[in-house]
């Protein structure tokens, strides 16, 4: 079997990523990168392909716990630290991306932001992201927290905290633990709830994002609030 460094240059996952950008590496060619070495007698993309196949998708084997990374074979204790640490590098990028005071004028970096934050919980979540005038973002909370069946919402405690933070307008979003992508008629329900709610008191509701597998739905997009 040829070692990586034996590969052509075109093939190999560093330069790859190197000359054409990490956009062009698989799942596999990323992780192999971080493992650096595979199991004895593979190259680390070998082992990166089988750690997909038994323990993936990508997704969810990233959200393991250092615990469960611990008893996959190839990931000792320096990788396992370098896998948790790239997440929360991702989460503070793009929590960065939200606090530096831009107007949020890019429903993907949104969508991007609630997945990253609930994305791969046990329990559905629902969180608000307070917005002032300009659309910056002031404040992030989850303020709900249920179980595999949903989450009670209180239009009321979301209204006090938007006023707490002296926010003129929100987006809030959700995860379904299930995976199920599609919105509920309970999720139309609660948006309903909230946008009259928040119209009282001169407040906007944006955008309901929910998150499962693929990629965000937003209630707005479909015309829904």
């Given at each position: 079997m040829l070692r990586i460094r034996e590969w052509p240059a075109s093939e190999r996952p560093r330069e790859k990523l190197l000359s054409r950008g990490p956009g062009a590496l698989s799942d596999a060619e990323l992780l192999a990168i971080f493992l650096g070495s595979g199991l004895r007698g593979q190259d680390a993309v070998t082992t990166a392909r089988q750690l997909l196949a038994v323990?993936?998708?990508?997704?969810?084997l990233l959200e393991c716990s250092p615990q469960e990374l611990a008893s996959l074979p190839g990931l000792g204790p320096a990788r396992i630290c370098q896998l948790t640490a790239v997440l929360e590098?991702?989460?503070r990028h793009l929590s960065a991306e939200l606090e530096r005071g831009e107007t949020l004028s890019d429903p993907e970096s949104v969508g991007r932001y609630f997945a990253q934050r609930l994305r791969g919980r046990s329990h559905?979540?629902?969180a608000v992201l307070f917005l002032d005038t300009c659309h910056r973002a002031?404040?992030?909370?989850?303020m709900f927290h249920g179980t595999v069946d949903?989450?009670?919402?209180?239009?009321?405690?979301v209204v006090r905290r938007a006023l707490a933070h002296n926010a003129a307008a929100l987006i809030v979003g959700h995860n379904h633990p299930s995976g199920n992508r599609e919105p509920s008629a309970a999720d139309r329900t609660v948006t309903l709830r909230l946008k009259q709610a928040l119209a009282l008191v001169d407040l906007r509701l944006l955008d309901h994002i929910v998150i499962a597998d693929g990629p965000p739905v937003s209630l707005a997009a479909r015309g829904w609030l």
């Open positions: 323990h993936g998708p990508l997704r969810r590098l991702s989460h559905e979540v629902f002031l404040a992030f909370e989850e949903g989450a009670e919402v209180h239009p009321r405690e």
